[in-house]
């Protein structure tokens, strides 16, 4: 127990950190994403939504085409997966490469407008109604529940 200072101070610093920065970069990322379209479509709420949903479902497509063609061209053998396993073990720091970094960012993109543009339709159709958003809302949990996919 004699490096319980230690981890106080590291167990402080990393609550600390996580919550007064990281968090607050996380949410004006998602600030800047969710509210962009609305500088220019503000007034038509049913075409920025589709916009958003189209735009996002275009780069994931995309996405999607690269990461099939790219797992299609490359399948190791067992030796050169153990080997890549080993080499990875000694390095025990992770370098992510710029295009992996790129398309996190692009992925991330996609992602959050396409749940900002769902989320909109949904609004824009409810009308922001307590039955209309309990009714979206009971529908998505039983869909989840019999897809098995409830977390």
């Not at 994931?60 to 153990?82: A, C, G």
């Not at 970094?101 to 769902?118: D, M, P």
Request: proline letters at 2%; hydrophobic letters at 50%; charged letters at 15%.
């Amino acid at each position: 127990m004699k490096n319980l200072p230690t981890y106080v101070f590291i167990l402080c610093f990393d609550f600390l950190f996580s919550t007064f920065l990281v968090l607050n970069l996380v949410v004006f990322v998602w600030r800047i994403i969710w509210d962009t379209q609305d500088i220019y479509l503000k007034s038509n709420v049913l075409l920025n939504s589709v916009i958003s949903i189209l735009v996002s479902l275009i780069i994931l497509i995309v996405v999607r085409i690269k990461q099939i063609k790219k797992s299609h061209n490359f399948s190791p053998t067992q030796d050169e997966t153990d080997m890549e396993l080993e080499r990875m073990e000694k390095n025990n720091k992770t370098k992510y490469s710029p295009k992996l970094k790129l398309f996190i960012l692009i992925f991330s993109f996609a992602n959050i407008n396409l749940w900002r543009g769902i989320w909109n339709f949904t609004l824009f159709y409810t009308n922001q109604s307590t039955m209309g958003i309990l009714m979206i809302g009971i529908i998505s949990i039983l869909s989840l529940i019999a897809m098995n996919r409830l977390c």
